[in-house]
């Protein structure tokens, strides 16, 4: 007897858990979804229409025996429903087809922007240039600036435009109940990167110091990574950009200059005042407004097509995980764009292109 199996039983896709809540998350039963493909499987083979576990052993290649704890799992954590002997996933899934079609909606946004940006007169390099020690590094600075100003300007657009953050759906199960927040799934054909979208490595935006001296804006983007990436020392940054270097503990002052922070005491990064701080905020105006309009269409469209293929329960949390993930790709697009025209380029292995200090007094 020949028996016909469907494509995921040879050829699978990985598949991450990615979420985003008011209690953290498993990271652990989340990493499981990465390490055995057939859980995430099976959520993508009910994504687009109820299947019974028939029909998914067959898609899978899976003798039922072995799917029955699989299935009776996922139901229990509320990534799956089963109504009338059929199920169907619960979480929103950024599957191929869906993560291409947003892909190629972004395209022309994304070159428009780029463009539009470059086109964009303002006297940051003249004002405020000679803080960075070239012009690469002073063009890497005023991109970071704008995201930093366009994402504090919207970052009430996700509540307006979808909602509070859900209350229910499998986030509702995380660390014993109460919190709110979303789950979604990513996928890739197997031995793909599963994590294409997540360019920008750390978006620390305004990460004041235990005394109060001062924030950190950093922007961890992959093109740079080679120099920079900011993990959280907020207070001895802060210290060397207040000129305190010498005051820091021994150890700390090893760490700074080891790290690239400081060099023969002094900071390597642009310092600002608040009253800088608010005259960039003007000056900038330009470019953050380009970023702002790239950002929102970019939500709109993900929104739309992710829940345009998500299962007709779960369109509104699809349309919200849609624009909220895709706010921050929005800005990684912007990054790849530039860097692609040229107008962004390689720094060295000592520079801190995209950080920066605002004292607070």
């Not at 028996?3 to 985003?20: C, H, M, N, V």
């Not at 652990?28 to 493909?37: I, L």
Request: one cysteine or more; glycine letters at 8%; aromatic letters at 10%.
């Amino acid at each position: 007897m020949e028996r016909l199996f469907g494509e995921k039983s040879y050829r699978p896709q990985t598949f991450a858990i990615d979420f985003w809540g008011t209690k953290g998350g498993e990271d652990r039963e989340y990493s499981e979804f990465r390490r055995r493909k057939i859980k995430g499987n099976i959520l993508l083979a009910a994504y687009y229409a109820p299947v019974t576990i028939q029909e998914i052993s067959i898609e899978l290649g899976v003798s039922l025996p072995y799917l029955e704890d699989e299935i009776a799992l996922l139901c229990e954590r509320r990534y799956l429903i089963c109504k009338n002997g059929k199920y169907l996933t619960n979480i929103p899934v950024f599957s191929m087809d869906c993560s291409e079609r947003i892909q190629n909606k972004l395209e022309e946004a994304t070159a428009k922007a780029a463009k539009r940006f470059v086109d964009t007169e303002d006297n940051f390099a003249e004002k405020f240039g000679s803080r960075c020690e070239d012009e690469d590094r002073s063009r890497w600075q005023k991109l970071m600036l704008c995201f930093h100003l366009a994402l504090l300007e919207t970052d009430d657009d996700l509540a307006c435009e979808y909602g509070e953050l859900p209350a229910d759906g499998p986030y509702a199960l995380v660390r014993g109940g109460g919190g709110q927040g979303i789950i979604w799934g990513r996928c890739a054909h197997l031995g793909e990167d599963s994590d294409a979208d997540h360019g920008i490595q750390g978006i620390y935006n305004g990460y004041p110091s235990d005394d109060g001296r001062g924030s950190v804006i950093a922007m961890n983007f992959r093109q740079t990574l080679n120099a920079q990436r900011f993990e959280g020392e907020a207070t001895p940054v802060v210290c060397v950009a207040a000129g305190c270097y010498e005051y820091l503990p021994r150890e700390w002052q090893e760490n700074m200059t080891a790290w690239g922070y400081a060099r023969d005491g002094k900071a390597t990064f642009p310092i600002y005042t608040q009253e800088e701080y608010r005259e960039l905020s003007t000056l900038l105006r330009g470019c953050v407004q380009t970023v702002i309009d790239l950002n929102r269409e970019t939500m709109a469209i993900a929104a739309r097509i992710t829940a345009d293929l998500a299962p007709a329960h779960i369109k509104e949390t699809a349309a919200y995980v849609g624009a909220f993930v895709h706010r921050f790709v929005a800005l990684d697009r912007l990054v790849e764009a530039l860097w692609d025209t040229g107008w962004l380029s390689p720094v060295d292995d000592t520079a801190k292109p995209a950080m920066c200090v605002v004292l607070s007094r």
